[in-house]
C-alpha cells in the first residue's frame, strides 16, 4: 500500500506473486512503484498460503532490506503484515521492523 504524508492510501498494487512455498520481490520494485506514486510511505502486505503468519526467515530478510532501502530514499516502511487463515501477523507490532 502506498501512502501520502498523511498515511492515507493513494492506491495499492500487487508487485510479486509467487508459488506456493516461495516468492521473490526484489526492493528495486518495490520503490519504483513508489516513487512513480509519489509515497510518503509504505506498507508491505503478503500472504502465507500455508495459513501460518509467523513470519519466516526470508520474511524477515526483505523486511530489513525495504526499511533499509526506504531509509536511503526517504520513504519509510511502516509495517509489513502477513496474512494467513483469516489471521494477520504485523512486523512492526512483533518488534520485527
Do not use: W, Y
Amino acid at each position: 500500500m502506498f501512502l501520502d504524508t498523511r498515511n492515507r492510501v493513494i492506491t495499492q498494487k500487487t508487485i510479486s506473486v509467487g508459488s506456493l512455498q516461495a516468492n521473490v520481490v526484489h526492493p528495486r520494485e518495490v520503490f519504483k512503484e513508489a516513487v512513480s506514486r509519489s509515497s510518503a510511505a509504505l506498507i508491505v502486505l503478503h500472504n502465507h498460503p500455508s495459513g501460518d503468519p509467523a513470519p519466516s526467515q526470508e520474511d524477515r530478510a526483505i523486511t530489513a532490506r525495504l526499511k533499509e532501502a526506504g531509509g536511503l530514499m526517504g520513504i519509510p516502511l511502516l509495517d509489513h503484515i502477513i496474512i494467513g487463515a483469516g489471521k494477520f501477523i504485523s512486523l512492526k507490532e512483533q518488534g520485527i521492523l
